[in-house]
């Protein structure tokens, strides 16, 4: 993985492909799975706040 900037191009190229791209060949396998117990204390909205133009 590098630290390259990408353009508005290039991240919309690489989103049309994965968009494209059937679940099962996504590889998630780095990815960890979430337990039960991860949502355990989760609460909605907590980093998240509408504004006031949002709502309108």
């Known amino acids: ?5 990408l353009s508005d ?3 919309a ?3 049309a492909a994965l968009s494209a ?3 099962s060949d996504i590889d ?3 990815i960890p799975e979430v337990e039960e117990r991860f949502w ?3 609460e909605r909205g907590r ?10």
């Not at 993985?1 to 900037?5: A, Y």
């Not at 980093?47 to 709502?55: A, N």
Request: glycine share 0%.
């Open 1 to 5: 993985m590098t630290n390259k900037v």
């Open 28 to 30: 998630t396998s780095d």
């Open 21 to 23: 791209m059937e679940d």
């Open 47 to 56: 980093f998240y706040r509408l504004r006031v133009s949002d709502s309108a």
């Open 13 to 15: 190229a690489q989103l």
């Open 40 to 42: 355990a204390n989760a």
């Open 9 to 11: 191009a290039e991240i």
